[in-house]
Every structure is written in C-alpha cells, then in structure tokens.
C-alpha cells in the first residue's frame, strides 16, 4: 500500500548549519516521484523540489538537496546553511504515476535557532 | 507570478447548513487537486480533476460533499449538510504540465462549522 513515513514531529537546527529531514515511502508502482513542501505559520504550501524514481542522481534546488536511497525507500530532505525563515512544516509526498493517487507525510515541524 | 486563487479565505458556518469554496487555478494548469488538512496533519486528497473530469475521488465523502469543474478551468467543492467534523482547511492546488505533477497551492479555506 502507498504510504509516506515522516518520523521526526519536531527538529531545532542553528542558523547556518545543516539539517535532514527524514522521509520514508512505500509502494509498489515502479514509476513514481517524491517531493518536498514547505508550510510556513501563514499556511501556505511552497513546493521546494521534486525526485523522479528512474532519475539517477539526487535532486537539489539552491539550498535543498534531496537524498534519495531507492532500494532503501528513503528521500530526505537537507536544507544547508539554515535560515530563521527555515522555520516552517516541512512535508514529504509521493505521486504514484500509475493510479495518480497523492499523498502527503504527517510533517516535520522545523524551528531554526538563532 | 501567477498564483492559485481561492475564495472565501475564512468562513464560519452553522452544522446543517450548506458551503461552497472555489478555486481557479493557475493558466494552463491542466490538473487540480482539492485537499483538506485538519490542523497538525497532512493534507489529505478529496479529488482530483485533469481539465473537466474527475481522475480520482476515492477520498470524497459522497453523501455530502460534491466537486465540479464544468469548463475545465475553475472549481468549487461544496459540503452539504456541514457537521462539526469538517472544521478544517480546504487547499487547492493546480499542476502544470511538466509530467512532474509538482503542485502549487493556493492560500487555502479555513472552514469552521459551529
């Protein structure tokens, strides 16, 4: 069954460092793509960066990278160089191209420090 | 920068009574997505549209909920009769065609039914 796995509810970083956020899929669909959202308190989704499952090397867009281990279901997310406006619920989802169905995690609740 | 637009951005309203939220995607976005997210949580998929039909609907509650997008652009969902249950936020989001189906969402619906 098509399941996103965010373990960690909460994570503190301090500005200027790094940090990963961890994201754990499952599915059965060999064709599929796996993404990154960021939800600041104002409640807005931002789309931050997006992995095919046939792409061969780890996406990155600025200062987001994502860390994709196939055959260990995982792509977390690493955010270099944190920011105060870093503070935010972050949210991994999946697209299954074969059924179309969408899901999203339960979230990470980042906070950076200053 | 074109955004996804959706209206009302607050409504209250009692249990039984009738509410309809709408959405107009971004130009040329050919898939729309309606979510609701209770606070905490994920979004969770209510339907999805690719131009005027629905592609998946799995997650609607039928009895009481309905979505449309008659001409392929524009949407509105409606919950008929509300119950205190569905007090949540209601996000659209649209898709271009890139065959990535990242999503851009609009600024969302906070509904509370009292």
């Known amino acids: 069954a098509q399941k996103i796995t965010q373990t960690q509810p909460g994570m503190f970083v301090q500005e200027k460092e790094a940090v990963t956020l961890d994201c754990t899929y499952d599915?059965?669909?060999?064709?599929?793509?796996l993404f990154w959202y960021k939800q600041p308190s104002s409640g807005e989704m931002i789309f931050l960066i997006y992995q095919g499952s046939y792409d061969q090397q780890n996406a990155t867009e600025g200062r987001y990278s994502l860390n994709f281990q196939k055959a260990r279901k995982s792509a977390n997310l690493v955010i270099s160089a944190s920011q105060l406006g870093d503070s935010a619920m972050y949210f991994c989802a999946m697209r299954e191209k074969g059924t179309y169905k969408y899901i999203f995690g339960t979230g990470t609740r980042l906070k950076v420090l200053a | 920068e074109a955004e996804v637009a959706q209206s009302p951005r607050y409504k209250i309203t009692e249990k039984s009574q009738a509410v309809a939220f709408w959405c107009d995607p971004i130009?040329?976005?050919?898939?729309l997505y309606w979510y609701r997210q209770i606070l905490g949580q994920g979004p969770e998929l209510l339907v999805q549209f690719q131009d005027e039909s629905v592609v998946d609907d799995s997650q609607l509650p039928k009895d009481r909920f309905s979505a449309e997008r008659l001409k392929g652009v524009d949407s509105t969902l409606k919950i008929q009769p509300a119950e205190l249950g569905d007090s949540a936020m209601y996000l659209c989001a649209s898709s271009p065609p890139t065959g990535r189906d990242e999503q851009y969402f609009g600024p969302g619906t906070r509904l509370t039914v009292t």
């Open positions: 130009s040329g976005h050919a898939t």
């Open positions: 599915t059965s669909d060999p064709s599929y793509g």
